[in-house]
């Protein structure tokens, strides 16, 4: 069965760097998501992507982070200037057209920022 | 504004019990829909079933089953006689529809402990 793959699974950085999380859905899909979820803590919306562009964003979704596209088969997070707040993981999910499509979860990124 | 309450924050159950896992939703909206997810201790999210706001049916899935009662808008979850892989964290999440896209609203989750 296809599935949402991430990398890495695990990345640690020092505050103030740059990191990447990358996600590469299911090849049919057509809308992205990124959601993040604090150690213990409920899963939240980040950015919802559609077409090439930002549909939605949470509040949460400051302009340290940025999400691209960057080919067919990408699509990245980037926080600019890492803060130990933003220490969660990271979800990325797709889903196909059609409102009741689920939407289907990669195995996420642990981001651990020092 | 949507809202998701898990209000049972962890449960704890022998083998072979059966466990029910509660979820109360608020929406404004007309049609929505409702998703279960359980995320077992390795991390990852695992859909487990989608529910329509205009079908209250209850579905039963081998030993998981699900109750929609629209009037009470709850969407509570069944594990008949559980089993130790069923330890996890499950959420209940509550889908918004705005423009093209959709996003999930995810409830607190509840860890459910089984031991033998």
């Known amino acids: 069965e296809p599935e949402v793959t991430q990398t890495p699974s695990h990345q640690v950085t020092q505050m103030g760097q740059e990191v990447i999380l990358r996600c590469v859905p299911i090849s049919n899909h057509l809308y992205f998501y990124w959601y993040r979820q604090i150690l213990g803590q409920k899963v939240e919306f980040l950015v919802s992507?559609?077409?090439?562009?930002?549909?939605?964003k949470s509040e949460i979704f400051d302009d340290q982070f940025s999400v691209e596209r960057p080919d067919g088969s990408n699509f990245t997070l980037k926080i600019r200037s890492t803060k130990l707040e933003d220490s969660a993981m990271y979800f990325c999910?797709?889903?196909?057209?059609?409102?009741?499509?689920?939407?289907?979860f990669g195995n996420g990124t642990r981001l651990t920022v020092t | 504004a949507q809202k998701v309450t898990q209000a049972q924050t962890e449960i704890s159950v022998v083998e072979k019990e059966d466990v029910t896992l509660d979820c109360v939703y608020e929406?404004?909206?007309?049609?929505?829909?409702l998703f279960w997810y359980k995320q077992p201790p390795s991390g990852e999210l695992v859909f487990l079933i989608r529910r329509n706001s205009f079908d209250e049916q209850n579905e039963i899935s081998g030993r998981y089953s699900w109750n929609f009662q629209k009037s009470t808008s709850s969407f509570n979850f069944t594990i008949t006689a559980s089993q130790v892989v069923d330890s996890a964290v499950y959420f209940c999440?509550?889908?918004?529809?705005?423009?093209?896209?959709?996003?999930?609203?995810f409830g607190t989750g509840t860890r459910l402990q089984v031991t033998l």
């Open positions: 929406t404004r909206d007309t049609t929505y829909y």
């Open positions: 992507f559609y077409n090439n562009e930002i549909s939605e």
């Open positions: 999910a797709s889903r196909s057209a059609g409102a009741n499509s689920p939407l289907h």
């Open positions: 999440a509550l889908s918004e529809l705005t423009g093209t896209a959709s996003k999930l609203t």
